[in-house]
Structures are given as C-alpha cells and as structure tokens.
C-alpha cells in the first residue's frame, strides 16, 4: 500500500527558510519520478517542482525557481523540497506526489506552510 | 505554460448526470492521450479518479468516466450523489521543456 508522508511544515517569517520531508513506503521509491505539489489557501493546484527517480532530472515551476531546491534520498526512501526566501505567496499546503509514470497517481496528505510576520 | 480551463463551478441534482469540461491546446490535451482527473474534498489530499483519459484506478467508482474531444477532455459524474460535491482538477501532460505537465483551474461540484 503506498504511504505518502509530509512534515516540515509550520510558520516561517517572510524572507525566511523551511525544509520540507516526504516518507514514501509501499513500493520502489526509487523506480518512481516525485513531485511537490501546492495549494494556496482557497486556491487551485500548482506544481513546484519535480524530480526524476535517479534525481538527475529536475524541473521548477516558475514561481519557485531559483528560490527552491527538490532533493531525494533513494537508500531512505525520502523526498525533500529546501524552501528559501520565502514570501506570503508561498503560503499553502504542500503535497508530496509519485508520478506514475505521468499520472500523478498518490498524494501524501499534505503540510501546511504559513509565511507571516 | 497556461492552466487548463474548467468551468468554476457545475451543479446538479442526486440522480443527475453532469460534465465537467477541461480545456486546453494543441499542445497537451490535443495531442496526448494523458488526461488525468482528481477529487478534492475540502481539507483533503487530491485523489485520483480517472487517468489516461478514460481509465478508472481500482476502487473509483463506474459512475466516473472521461473522455476527450479535440483540445478537450471531460468528466462525467453520473447518477450524482451528496458525496460526489467536491473540487474536481483536470490534468494533462504538454509538451514543454519546462514542465511537462498542467492542472485545471479546478470546477466545484455542488449536489443541490
């Protein structure tokens, strides 16, 4: 059964610093393409950032590039999103998502970020 | 790259059929049989309801289905239930550098 399993989350200042985890169990972490995947408060669905299984491919979204770095760790089954100079539009919850092969086929249950003063 | 359009908002009555549409471009919808649609109940996690266009992952119900028509794909929720009132996202891989895939704007199913 996959198991999707964010923490990290939490209120940050603007301008500050968060690192997210995601545990993945339940099948061949490393055989699977991930993603993280945002939702603002009120908001639609926005891809951040996505990393193949070996993780020599990475792609950002536009509004994320350059700020976050996506990460994995195939011997420990993780996934990992390192969030800089954040702002108030960073504010939302952030899934953790396996890409089958295009599908985004299971969802992690989410973790919240609030960036505030 | 764009979001997929989707009508805000789509309301039926239980026992009724509605359709969701999801519009996009020669470039994703158009060109790849890769369509895929979530549910989104409010506090929780997107769940995977049809992928590839027209198939239902074990355990989604029949009264489900997808399609595509050009630049459009569509979900059909039949015989409308009080639980089917939800957030529903579409999704398509497009050709891109960037990245290869786009989600919906998202519709509100509301069950009067």
């Known amino acids: 059964q996959v198991h999707l399993v964010e923490s990290g989350g939490g209120m940050v200042k603007p301008g500050g610093s968060l690192s997210l985890s995601c545990a993945a169990s339940?099948?061949?972490?490393?055989?699977?393409?991930m993603t993280w995947v945002r939702q603002a408060p009120g908001r639609g669905l926005e891809w951040v950032a996505f990393i193949s299984s070996s993780g020599a491919a990475i792609h950002y979204g536009d509004s994320v590039r350059g700020r976050f770095t996506i990460s994995r760790d195939n011997a420990r089954n993780s996934l990992y999103l390192e969030m800089t100079s954040l702002t108030a539009e960073d504010t939302a919850v952030y899934y953790c998502?396996?890409?089958?092969?295009?599908?985004?086929?299971?969802w992690g249950q989410g973790t919240l970020v609030t960036v505030s003063s | 790259q764009s979001a997929l359009t989707q009508p805000a908002s789509v309301s039926g009555s239980p026992g009724q059929s509605i359709t969701i549409s999801c519009t996009g471009t020669s470039s994703d919808i158009g060109s790849y049989n890769l369509v895929s649609w979530f549910q989104q109940h409010p506090g929780k996690a997107p769940k995977l309801i049809i992928y590839e266009v027209t198939k239902r992952p074990s355990g989604v119900s029949n009264r489900f289905s997808g399609s595509k028509s050009g630049n459009t794909a569509s979900l059909t929720i039949s015989g409308l239930q009080a639980e089917d009132e939800a957030d529903y996202y579409c999704?398509?891989?497009?050709?891109?550098?960037?990245?290869?895939?786009?989600f919906g704007t998202g519709a509100k199913v509301s069950v009067l």
């Open positions: 339940g099948f061949a972490f490393s055989d699977y393409y």
């Open positions: 998502v396996r890409k089958n092969p295009v599908t985004p086929d299971y």
């Open positions: 999704c398509s891989y497009v050709y891109s550098s960037a990245f290869p895939l786009v």
